[in-house]
């Protein structure tokens, strides 16, 4: 009995360890995913204000369902193919920040009300990862979750939520 605690002991403390560990990989990575990072918080930042729109889920990342769009009012994601936009010539951002994120290998991005950006790596049963901007150096609310400040960056961290 006491080997089977010791062996769920030491495979809880190496789960915990592996997910801390993820965002030091996360972290790291970070240099290569900035100049996507920062084009797709740009775009949703100009589709939120113009059309409403929140967020984005990529549907071939994510259970293989459709792309996904979140509008501001919603709390459910509308398929792309089913969205109306105010201004026509908004298609090309909207259809640019999906090229964008699929390049980063990203499941979603996100604004939240307060206009914080995140984007989600991968989508996990327990947590997601990904990345967090927080504007105005706020920083993360730590019971929310597990992060890391991204070295030489300002308002960008590595999250587990």
Known sequence: MKL?????TLLFVTACDSD???LDV????FSSHRESLNEARRLLLSLA???DIVGIKIGVRYNDQDDRVWLHHNTQ???LAAISLNNPSNKSKLYRVFDVAKAASL????LDELG???AVTHMGRSYDYGYEFFIGGTGPETEKGAYRQIAGEENWYAFRR
């Open 77 to 79: 994601p509308e398929s």
């Open 49 to 51: 204000h113009e059309e």
């Open 4 to 8: 089977l605690t010791l062996a769920f």
């Open 107 to 110: 499941e979603a991005i996100h």
């Open 26 to 29: 996360l972290a790291t990575q």
């Open 116 to 118: 914080q950006f995140r």
């Open 20 to 22: 801390l560990d993820r």
